[in-house]
Structures are given as C-alpha cells and as structure tokens.
C-alpha cells in the first residue's frame, strides 16, 4: 500500500521508536482536517513497524487547538455543525492513540490548547517542559470540550479540578500540571525532546507485555474491579506465552540484564 505524503506531520523511524511530530509551526500547530488525517495514517503506520511511539509537536508549541479560521465558512450557517470535523478527523485520531498497542509518549512544549489537549492527555507517558501550559480554551470561543478532554482530565486529575479547568478556561501551567498528576515529568525546555525519546527508547527495548499492560490501565480508568481482573487474567496468559517472558524468566536465572524482541 502507498504511503501517504505528509504536509502537516513529519515521520520517523529509529531504534524501534517512530516519532511523529506535527508540522504547522506557523499556527502553532493549530488542528485541522489535513493533519487529522496525516496523524490517524502516521499512527496506523507506526502500530504496524514500531515499538513506541513518540508524539510532539514542531516550533514553540505542541498544538494550540483546532484552527477556527477553517469554521469561519459555517458562521452564516445556523445548522453548522463544527462536531464534523471531530467525528471525521480527530475522534478516531483519540481512538488510535488509545487502541494500538504500542506504547506512546507524548512531548509538550508551550501549548496544549483545545484539542491540542486531548492529544497531548491521550499519552501513556507525558512529558512537559517548564514552559508548557495546557488549556482548555473551548468556554472563550462558546464551544464545550473536546479531543476526549472530559474524560482525560476527569480520570487524570479527578472532576472538581477537572470542572476548574473547563469551566474557567484558564491556563495549567507545568508545574502545577506535575502536582496535580496531569503529566509524568517536567523538564527544561530543551531537554523536553530528549527526555521523551529517551523514555520512549526505553518504552521499545521492552518486553511484548508493555502492549497488554498498556491495555490494562486503559481499561481499568472505566471498568469494575471484577473487568479489571479478567483483563488481567487474559493478559498474563498471553504475557506468559511470548519470548520475552522465557528471555526474562531465564535472564532472572542467571543474574544478568534480560535482552528482549518485543515478541
């Protein structure tokens, strides 16, 4: 199958890690359909030939929400509907995150804004630099949130914080966003890049069960107890029948650092 060509996202792959970076620096990385849909490929290719994934953004912001001049069109429309461009373009953007397999690390300088948020919140692991904020930016422009950010925020950092921030529409500066359990590290700016790659290196020199532990705490931020232990169960089934267990099992034997295929 021909791969697509990219415009607004650039790709990589390195050392089991594809990075995929979008690439609007001028509207600071602002979403629209375009990179929609060059993410949900980039996405779909990276499950197929990585390990990890690692998702940022080009310039001096991770992404600063849709771009409204592209709604612009629909404001003489009173049936307008600006959900369209969620359903078609970034939902399933939300959704691949979430699904593939791999582990994916998200690294964010300046702004996390509007749906820009959802996707920066959709990483398994986060990473933030002292100058990145993320907002939820919807109550400013008469819309509600989206990119799954009532859901993200609301399991991450619970619902009156959650509440705050969407109804207030103010900025979650780093720090506070490491305090209240929004993101995993917080780094200088310059070393944002760095350290995601670094734990996202990590993150494909894994064992195969990274993929179902993955699957476990996702499924665990909305199922019950007795849910969560039948993932569980089936999880450790399938961990104990790859490679990567008898490599780990055997390098616990004989005292030395396990050496695993992913597989």
Known sequence: MPKMPYDKVLYSLENGVARISMNDPATRNAGSAQMGEELFDALSRAASEARAVLLTGEGKAFCSGA???????????PRRDVGTLLDR???PVIIAMRDMEQPLVTAVRGAAAGVGAGLAMAGDLIVC???GFFLQ????????PDGGSSWLLTRAIGRVRAMEMMLLGERLPAAKALEWGLVNRVVADEAVETVAMALACELAQGPWSLRRIKQVAWAAADCTLEQALTQERLGQRDASRTEDFVEGVTAFSEKRSPVFKGR
């Not at 001049?69 to 629909?74: E, N, S």
């Not at 930016?137 to 509600?144: K, M, S, Y």
């Open 129 to 131: 630099g002292e100058s």
């Open 137 to 144: 930016a919807f109550r400013h422009v008469g819309l509600v």
């Open 89 to 91: 373009h970034f939902n």
């Open 67 to 77: 771009n409204l001049g592209d709604a612009r069109g629909m404001l003489d429309d």
